[in-house]
């Protein structure tokens, strides 16, 4: 069982380039965009969050259950649902503008159990930011470090929601001892100001790292560094792709049973490279497609 724990969100999604495009509601979030990757791969997966009762909420929940993604951590809450404004620039690449003031995933609190047999857990984006939530999801992934579970950590850097640039790095830092797999985009890494080998040294087992068309990467704690090549494909826009990798990572990685950090010191080069690959791919597919949507396990072929 996977677990995914983040925020939930409505994208606007532009349908034509420029400012004043129609806006299509899609759902989206990082973590949400991850689990319903995982949940599309054909992955036991659940979601762990807080969730508007708003319209755009059941919205959010109806997508999860589609994807075969189980709802039973999600908490519920009368906030509004926090709304991004995607603007899409000539290569389809998406920047962000969030609505988030007094939102219903802000006030997450912590789970008292995750769902029986969990293995690994995934957190990233906006929910490692926002407070007071951050600091509830910052404890989940500590204490579920201290259970010895798998854990991933995809930063996914929104800039503009950081009011304290040098506070968020030393706390990014501060989470490496408690993460076994690091995944971040050649952008997050030029944010943060490292580099993927500093953070493996730090705790990560492994640390992927995203360059868009240009592939994905990774080096591990036991010193490989391997690289796979991104298919070439028309782009609709890039939403959900880094979501996508994380997804497609976590289901690799388990296939090989590899959901330990031991188990994932041992991968021969060989293992990575189908890893990255796979990754790659479903990447690509979803960027083929408007909003963030992510393939299926049978449109890669699993």
């Not at 129609?22 to 969730?51: D, H, I, K, M, Q």
């Not at 008292?112 to 509830?136: H, I, M, N, Q, Y």
């Not at 994380?246 to 959901?259: K, M, P, Q, S, W």
């Amino acid at each position: 069982m996977f677990v995914v724990a983040g925020e939930a969100l409505i994208d606007l999604v532009p349908q034509e380039r420029g400012p004043l495009s129609p806006l299509r509601p899609a759902p989206g979030g990082g973590p949400y965009n991850t689990a319903v990757a995982l949940g599309r791969l054909g992955a036991e997966v659940a979601f762990c969050s807080r969730v508007s009762t708003d319209g755009y909420g059941e919205a959010l929940l109806g997508g999860l259950r589609a994807s075969g993604v189980d709802t039973g951590p999600v908490q519920r809450g009368p906030e509004p649902t926090t709304l991004a404004l995607a603007l899409l620039d000539d290569h389809g690449s998406a920047s962000y503008t969030f609505y988030v003031e007094g939102t219903a995933d802000r006030l997450f609190r912590v789970p008292g159990r995750l769902p029986e047999g969990t293995r690994a857990v995934s957190f990233g984006t906006c929910s490692l930011v926002l407070e007071p939530g951050a600091t509830a999801y910052e404890e989940l992934l500590l204490a579920c470090a201290a259970r010895g579970l798998f854990t991933v950590l995809d930063p996914n850097i929104r800039a503009g929601l950081i009011p304290s640039p040098a506070a968020y790095r030393e706390r990014f830092h501060s989470w490496l001892p408690a993460v076994t797999l690091l995944k971040l985009s050649e952008e997050d890494a030029d944010w943060l100001g490292g580099t993927p080998r500093e953070w493996a040294a730090a705790g990560p087992g492994a640390v992927v790292l995203t360059r868009g068309s240009e592939g994905l990467s990774v080096v591990t704690a036991a010193g490989l560094e391997v690289t796979a090549p991104a298919p070439r494909v028309e782009v609709a826009d890039t939403i959900g792709a880094g979501d996508t990798v994380t997804a497609a990572l976590l289901h690799g990685l388990a296939l090989r049973d590899a959901l330990s950090p031991a188990a994932l010191a041992a991968l021969t080069p060989d293992d990575w490279q189908d890893v990255l690959s796979l990754a790659a791919r479903a990447a690509a597919l979803t960027c083929t497609r408007p909003g963030a949507q992510p393939p299926t396990a049978a449109e890669l072929g699993l």
